[in-house]
C-alpha cells in the first residue's frame, strides 16, 4: 500500500496518499481541449447498484471508446450474465453538456476501461437483450489493481476508496441484495460491519502509517455499507464516528447514522449540522438525511436555524475540467437547508 501509487476517493492521488486523505484530495479530470467539455450528473453509488441487473467480477477482452468485451470471472449477484459480455454505453446519467471539436465529439462521455485487466462490473441488461451497459464512463465498474486490491465506490465515484477483494465482494454482494429486496445480508457481513466500527476512527495525518490507511478505507467501507444496507449501528458507536476530524469518516458516520432507526436520530442529525466545529461538507450531508429521512417534525427548528446557516461554499470538491462538475451538489449549509425547507413547503 505504498502512499506514492495510491488511489484515494478518485484517480491516482500521485504522492501522499494518507496526507491527501486529510486535505480531502479529489481527482481532476484534464482534457487537451480545455472550453470544450461534456459534463454529467453523477449517480451515488445507491443508485447505481439498485438500477444494475448484475453485479460480477470480469476480465477485459477488448476495449474501445464505444465498446468493450469482457470474460465473466465470477458471477456475485443478479441475473447470470453468461460466459462473455459486451458493454455498449451508459444507463446512468445524460450529458447535461456536449462538446465536439471540427464537429467529432471530444471523447469524455465514451468507455474508459483498460485494454487489459480485471473489473468489478454493475451492469444493466440492455433493451436489445443481447448487450449490456454501465452506469456512467466514471461509475458502474470496480478497477482491480495490480496488487490486488479494488479502487471501490460506496458513496459516488468522486470519492473513492481502496479495499481488499474479499472485503469489496463481502460488502458490495450484501449492498446488492438489499437494494434487490433481500431482506438480510450474510451474518459475515454484518460480522465486518460490526468489527471495522469497533475499532477507534483511523487517525489520518502526515504521520499516519499506511496500516492507519487501510483501518480508514475498511471503515468507511463500513460505514457506508451499513447506511445502504439499512444496517443501524448504535449511537454508542457512531458517536466517535462523528465527533472524528477527518471529513471523509463525519460524512460516512452521518450516512450510517441515518440508517439508525431511533427516536434521537434526526435530533442527532440536525444537532450535527449546527455544530460549527464540523465540517461544512459533512454538515451538507447532514441536511441531505434529514431530508431522505422525511424529518418535517423539526422543521421549525431548521427554520429558526436558517439564518445563522453558514453560507460558505462547499462541494463535492471537483475540479472545474472534472466531466461529473454537474453533479447536483448543495454549494453551502444553508442552501441544503434551504432546499430541505422548500421541499417540506410542497
Given at each position: 500500500m505504498a502512499n506514492s501509487t495510491a488511489k484515494v476517493?478518485?484517480?491516482?492521488?500521485?504522492?501522499?496518499?494518507?496526507?491527501?486523505?486529510?486535505?480531502?484530495?479529489?481527482?481532476?479530470?484534464?482534457?487537451?481541449?480545455?472550453?470544450?467539455?461534456?459534463?454529467?450528473?453523477?449517480?451515488?453509488?445507491?443508485?447505481?447498484?439498485?438500477?444494475?441487473?448484475?453485479f460480477g467480477l470480469y476480465e477485459v477482452v477488448s476495449s474501445a471508446p464505444d465498446r468493450a468485451v469482457f470474460k465473466t470471472i465470477r458471477?456475485?449477484?443478479?441475473?447470470?450474465s453468461g460466459s462473455q459480455v459486451e458493454i455498449v454505453g451508459f444507463n446512468g446519467a445524460k450529458p447535461l453538456t456536449s462538446s465536439s471539436v471540427n464537429g467529432r465529439p471530444t471523447g469524455e462521455f465514451s468507455l474508459e476501461f483498460s485494454?487489459?485487466?480485471?473489473?468489478?462490473?454493475?451492469?444493466?441488461?440492455?433493451?436489445?437483450?443481447?448487450?449490456?451497459?454501465i452506469a456512467t464512463p466514471t461509475t458502474g465498474y470496480a478497477k482491480v489493481e495490480p496488487n490486488g486490491l479494488v479502487v471501490a465506490t460506496y458513496r459516488i465515484s468522486v470519492h473513492q476508496a481502496e479495499i481488499d477483494?474479499?472485503?469489496?465482494?463481502?460488502?458490495?454482494?450484501?449492498?446488492?441484495?438489499?437494494?434487490?429486496?433481500?431482506?438480510?445480508?450474510?451474518?459475515?457481513?454484518?460480522?465486518?460491519?460490526?468489527?471495522q466500527l469497533a475499532l477507534t476512527p483511523a487517525p489520518m495525518g502526515p504521520n499516519s502509517s499506511n496500516a492507519d490507511g487501510e483501518r480508514f478505507f475498511h471503515q468507511h467501507a463500513a460505514l457506508e455499507t451499513a447506511y445502504i444496507a439499512g444496517y443501524?449501528?448504535?449511537?454508542?458507536?457512531?458517536?466517535?464516528?462523528?465527533?472524528?476530524?477527518?471529513?471523509?469518516?463525519?460524512?460516512?458516520?452521518?450516512r450510517?447514522?441515518?440508517?439508525?432507526?431511533?427516536?434521537?436520530?434526526?435530533?442527532?442529525l440536525l444537532g450535527f449540522v449546527k455544530e460549527k466545529s464540523r465540517a461544512s461538507i459533512a454538515r451538507v450531508f447532514a441536511v441531505l438525511m434529514l431530508r431522505e429521512n422525511n424529518a418535517r417534525e423539526l422543521k421549525d427548528q431548521v427554520a429558526a436555524y436558517l439564518s445563522e446557516a453558514p453560507a460558505d461554499e462547499t462541494g463535492l470538491g471537483m475540479n472545474i475540467m472534472d466531466p461529473r462538475i454537474g453533479t447536483n451538489f448543495p454549494d453551502s449549509v444553508k442552501a441544503a437547508l434551504q432546499e430541505l425547507i422548500a421541499t417540506w413547503s410542497r
Open positions: 476517493f478518485g484517480r491516482r492521488a500521485g504522492t501522499g496518499r494518507l496526507a491527501a486523505i486529510v486535505w480531502f484530495p479529489l481527482v481532476y479530470l484534464c482534457f487537451a481541449s480545455i472550453g470544450y467539455s461534456t459534463t454529467w450528473d453523477e449517480p451515488w453509488h445507491k443508485q447505481v447498484v439498485a438500477t444494475a441487473d448484475n458471477q456475485l449477484a443478479g441475473i447470470d485494454k487489459t485487466g480485471r473489473y468489478y462490473l454493475f451492469l444493466q441488461k440492455s433493451k436489445s437483450g443481447n448487450t449490456w451497459t477483494a474479499p472485503s469489496y465482494e463481502l460488502t458490495q454482494i450484501c449492498i446488492f441484495r438489499r437494494l434487490h429486496g433481500q431482506e438480510k445480508c450474510s451474518p459475515e457481513a454484518y460480522k465486518y460491519i460490526d468489527d443501524p449501528v448504535s449511537l454508542e458507536t457512531l458517536s466517535k464516528f462523528l465527533a472524528d476530524s477527518v471529513v471523509h469518516t463525519q460524512i460516512s458516520a452521518v450510517a447514522l441515518a440508517a439508525t432507526a431511533t427516536t434521537e436520530r434526526n435530533a442527532k
